[in-house]
């Protein structure tokens, strides 16, 4: 049973526009939630992060929006360049064992189209 | 340069030879975990230390063994690779907990006949 579901396993959108990926959990102890990005060959790289208290971070074009009632958070990249082009994973994790227990969605190949 | 370093990148085994994939980090980070990627599954964690001699368990631990005998240094050992355990491994790195995320290695692709 997957506690993370990133349920559309790709996005196409066109340069200069705005990319939604998105991202539902059901365990409702989770606190804290991050994105990954991952290039082919290489290891995943973070990206952003939000904890429970939160429901807006913003950094630079990358923005992560959580909706605890709904189990939900998404990640808007604005605007979409052709260098986003990757699998992006969503990751959470509970606040016992030093929130290093993290649990990560399948991952969504977004590919930003030029 | 700051970095998480796996060896070897690439591995091909046969089955019941024992075999360990080195992790190691220059950036003095306490906490260390590893991870195997598999297709429409994610990132699954196999064990993780929060410092020296402190190590535990996450989802899928099951014929892996870690050691943490020095900070910068966390090997995964398969004492008896079977072919469930092909898969893209990674080992990551952490300061602090929670919202600050991993730094991850490049990974190594394991196969094993």
């Known amino acids: 049973d997957q506690q993370v579901k990133q349920n559309s396993p790709s996005l196409s959108v066109q340069e200069g526009r705005i990319s939604i990926l998105n991202c539902d959990y059901t365990n409702s102890m989770f606190d804290y939630f991050l994105w990954y990005k991952k290039y082919p060959a290489e290891g995943p790289t973070f990206l952003i992060s939000i904890s429970s208290i939160k429901d807006k971070n913003e950094d630079g074009r990358f923005t992560v929006f959580l909706n605890k009632s709904a189990k939900h958070l998404s990640l808007h990249i604005v605007p979409s360049q052709p260098g986003d082009s990757a699998v992006y994973f969503c990751a959470a994790s509970a606040r016992d064992n030093y929130g290093q227990n993290f649990v990560f969605g399948p991952g969504t190949r977004l590919s930003v189209l030029p | 340069e700051a970095q998480v370093t796996q060896n070897p990148r690439y591995l091909i085994t046969v089955t019941g030879k024992k075999l360990t994939v080195t992790c190691s980090q220059n950036?003095?980070?306490?906490?260390m975990s590893w991870y195997r990627q598999d297709p429409g599954l994610g990132l699954r964690q196999i064990y993780y230390s929060m410092n020296v001699e402190v190590t535990d368990k996450g989802d899928v631990p099951e014929g892996y063994k870690v050691s943490r005998k020095e900070k910068r240094n966390f090997p995964l050992i398969l004492e008896s690779p079977s072919p469930n355990q092909t898969s893209l491994y990674f080992c990551?790195?952490?300061?602090?907990?929670?919202?600050?995320?991993?730094?991850f290695g490049s990974g190594t692709r394991l196969t094993v006949v």
């Open positions: 990551a790195s952490s300061y602090r907990t929670g919202i600050y995320g991993y730094t």
């Open positions: 950036m003095n980070h306490e906490y």
